[in-house]
């Protein structure tokens, strides 16, 4: 994953729709395609009274997200929508595969949301998301020049994205959104961990990954969370001089999130 993706419009298709996806995870199983998911939640309705189109577009959402790469984030997805409901680390999960699936959003949550953050900053003006955009068409970040009302709508979607994820309140009547205080379950960071280790990275490469940001964690951050994790059992970190290794206490992780969803059912919902 790389700054140098392009952003896109794609979340003008459907922001974090949590209960939808949390549907169609139940739903799908592995070797289940998008078409035969669509299939099925329009001969079931368990996605309610949405129109084909709007179904199709959902799925199309979930795929975009969840069905692409090697693991599929929706294998982890289904152990989780099993247990658990559509906020907590479900909500979490999804929010950081998300963000690889929009680099847009990423990337807003690297330069716009967080810095704000941690410059101590309580609300995002209206105008946060559209002068990010604006900047991005500027570097090329987006291939081709949007208009106004393109830019506009992604912009809102940006922010509004970010609000279904509870990251974000609702705007007030200058535009601001409060910045809600947030901070990730543990059971989050060390899914993280282990899903970054299915990518085969070595210990430096897990260390500096993009998406610890996605989560308010900084570079220096992410080595302290990994042995307060530690203090759970869920993997070792062993250090000798300047050497650091990690030991992962589970074979993969389908088996932590099985474990998770068990022992901490009440934690992390």
């Known amino acids: 994953m ?4 392009l952003f896109t419009a794609a979340l003008n298709k459907g922001q974090a729709l949590l209960p939808e ?23 079931t309705g368990y996605l309610g009274r949405a129109t084909e189109a ?21 294998e982890y997805l289904h152990e989780l929508a099993q247990h658990l409901p559509a906020t907590g680390l479900f909500a979490e999960v999804c929010l950081l595969h998300t963000a690889v699936a929009h680099p847009e959003l990423l990337v807003f949550l690297q330069e716009v949301y967080w810095p704000a953050h941690f410059a101590g900053r309580h609300n995002l003006p209206k105008e946060a998301a559209q002068d990010f955009l604006h900047e991005a068409q500027k570097m090329g970040r987006t291939g081709s020049s949007w208009s106004e009302g393109l830019t506009k709508r992604t912009a809102r979607r940006l ?7 509870g990251l974000l309140g609702a705007p007030d009547r200058q535009g601001l959104r409060p910045m809600r205080p947030f901070q990730p379950h ?16 070595d210990v430096p490469s897990l260390l500096a990954h993009p998406l610890w940001q996605v989560l308010g964690l900084r570079a220096n951050d992410v080595l302290p969370a990994l042995r307060r994790l530690a203090l759970h059992n869920w993997l070792t970190v062993l250090t ?3 050497l650091l290794r990690l030991e992962w206490n589970y074979p993969s992780t389908t088996a932590l999130l099985h474990d998770l969803t068990q022992r901490s059912i009440h934690a992390v919902a």
């Open 21 to 43: 996806m949390h549907q169609l995870a139940q739903h799908w199983h592995p070797g289940v395609t998008a078409r035969e998911l669509t299939q099925e939640a329009l001969s």
């Open 54 to 74: 709007r179904i199709r577009d959902v799925v199309a959402v979930f795929s975009r997200r969840f069905l692409r790469g090697q693991p599929q984030p929706a």
């Open 186 to 201: 543990p059971e989050t960071v060390v899914y993280l961990a282990y899903w970054l280790r299915e990518l085969n990275l």
């Open 159 to 165: 922010t509004g994205t970010l609000t279904e994820f």
């Open 240 to 242: 000798a001089g300047d």
């Open 2 to 5: 790389s700054k140098d993706l």
